[in-house]
């Protein structure tokens, strides 16, 4: 019963996705949040962690480290083996040698660990057998260990309902010499442990609405909205986490992998967030935040950075939205709230710029987003605008754009549309016009007044085809 009032309660403090970003397709994903709540597990990516990495090998020092915390093991002073006084985990290794978890990897001496081997399934299950000192079995569970020394662990762990194989659905393999991922590492230790699985809340196959915000967008969503305000803020550093502030300025980034969240950003100069280098960069997560464009000026500038995925933010002011040259493969823009944009007749706003001075290309999403109303009072708009160099395919799928004026989607030169599901506020000029050669394709798009968007929306274009809703 406490579990389940337990598994109740965290449900109700996830976020849609729960607590790490990139698990939403893995079967292992209750029990990936079943250890995050039981502080088995932090993450992949300090000192952002929120990603598991849930397809990862797991390595013996990091078994190790789970298992520590898993069954809360006492420190030990003995050095048990030599080849792990490097290791950020040989406090843990010591703790599973001593409770005679863990005999080392080089036997009859056994006085080294190989921590940073990725443990297999094997020696997991002979780990996990000791661990939990699970009773002998005298089933022979699978076809394929029968050569394995870990023979009698696995069978005893099958027994025991922790594992259940390797090959379902018959299940008759058990995969011995395989490294255990993650994930699976999750899925075995909640079996163990006997850890009822969390399921958080999905994100939902719909854009998000205003009343989402905060709900399941914008700051205080992952966090109490922040109080303590600082200046604008440079990032030069690798795996920066920039979190529970107010900047009151702007952000420009110089570095590789760095997270914004929960952030409120006021900014009155050109550009809330800038990552503008020659240099490539990769990896800017930005999510549940508020970004405030104080003038009329893009909200984001980018040129050459890959991965960038920004999430369930709300997005008011400025003029453009995002504006951007270079390499931008892995661009994700999901489950945000635009609206409130700032111009006047003689703007030229668009959602998405790219291409304007340079070489654009890469895989883009633009997917979930709720596009609010443009202003009567601002002149020509389009939600994407790829123009003089993009060489960009953009998938723009789930939205609801309720803008209004020329163009919705324009793709000039090589750029590429993928169209799919979208509601489109009735009484749009049109909604794509096409100059460049496609293909493009075009499924399942409604006008709010419930027609579909049909050919006779679409000027120009040679390589467009139209899909039915699936």
């Not at 490539?280 to 980018?302: E, P, V, Y």
């Not at 399942?444 to 050919?455: E, I, K, Q, Y």
Request: hydrophobic letters at 40%; aromatic letters at 8%.
């Amino acid at each position: 019963m406490l579990h389940s009032l337990l598994s109740v309660a965290l449900l109700l403090a996830l976020p849609p996705g729960g607590t790490f970003i990139d698990d939403n397709s893995s079967v292992h994903e209750g029990s990936i949040e079943a250890i995050a709540a039981a502080g088995i597990t932090r993450g992949c990516n300090p000192p952002a962690n929120d990603k598991f990495c849930p397809s990862r090998p797991v390595s013996r020092a990091q078994m190790a480290a789970f298992l520590t915390r898993a069954l809360n093991l006492a420190s030990t002073p003995t050095d048990h083996f030599t080849d792990d006084d490097g290791s950020i985990f040989e406090g843990d290794i010591n703790a599973v040698a001593a409770a005679g978890i863990t005999r080392g990897c080089n036997p009859p001496a056994n006085d080294t660990f190989c921590p940073s081997r990725s443990i297999s399934r094997a020696e997991m299950a002979s780990m996990l057998a000791r661990a939990f000192a699970y009773p002998a079995s005298t089933t022979d569970w699978f076809t394929d260990d029968d050569a394995s020394i870990h023979e009698a662990a696995i069978n005893s762990i099958a027994a025991a309902g922790v594992t259940r194989g390797c090959d379902p659905p018959t299940n008759t393999s058990f995969c011995p010499d395989d490294p255990v991922t993650r994930g699976q590492m999750a899925s075995f230790l909640v079996r163990a442990l006997g850890l009822p699985p969390i399921i958080p809340p999905e994100i939902p196959n719909d854009y998000v609405t205003p009343g989402d915000v905060g709900d399941s967008v914008g700051v205080g969503v992952v966090a109490p909205v922040p109080t303590t305000v600082v200046g604008s803020q440079r990032i030069t550093a690798d795996g920066t986490l920039l979190e529970n502030v107010i900047v009151d300025g702007c952000v420009t980034v110089e570095a590789d992998d760095v997270t914004i969240r929960n952030v409120i950003i006021n900014c009155a100069g050109y550009y809330p967030i800038k990552a503008n280098e020659s240099e490539l960069r990769t990896g800017l997560n930005i999510h549940h935040s508020q970004i405030n464009g104080l003038i009329d000026a893009k909200l984001f500038l980018f040129n050459n950075i890959t991965d960038v995925r920004i999430a369930d933010n709300e997005l008011i002011g400025g003029d453009d939205t995002v504006f951007a040259d270079g390499n931008l493969d892995g661009f994700v823009f999901t489950r945000n709230f635009r609206h409130d944009p700032l111009g006047d007749e003689s703007s030229h706003l668009d959602g998405f710029q790219l291409g304007e001075f340079g070489v654009t290309t890469g895989e883009m999403e633009i997917s979930y987003n709720y596009f609010d109303e443009i202003p009567d009072n601002i002149g020509v708009t389009d939600l994407v605008f790829a123009t003089n160099f993009a060489e960009v395919h953009v998938d723009v799928t789930g939205n609801y754009i309720a803008e209004h004026g020329w163009y919705t989607l324009r793709a000039y030169n090589t750029a590429t549309l993928d169209v799919r599901n979208n509601t489109i506020e009735a009484g749009v000029n049109r909604v794509a016009l096409l100059n460049s050669p496609g293909p493009h394709h075009f499924a399942c798009n409604f006008f709010t007044d419930g027609s579909p968007v049909t050919s006779a929306d679409v000027a120009g274009g040679t390589g467009v085809t139209f899909g039915n809703c699936e």
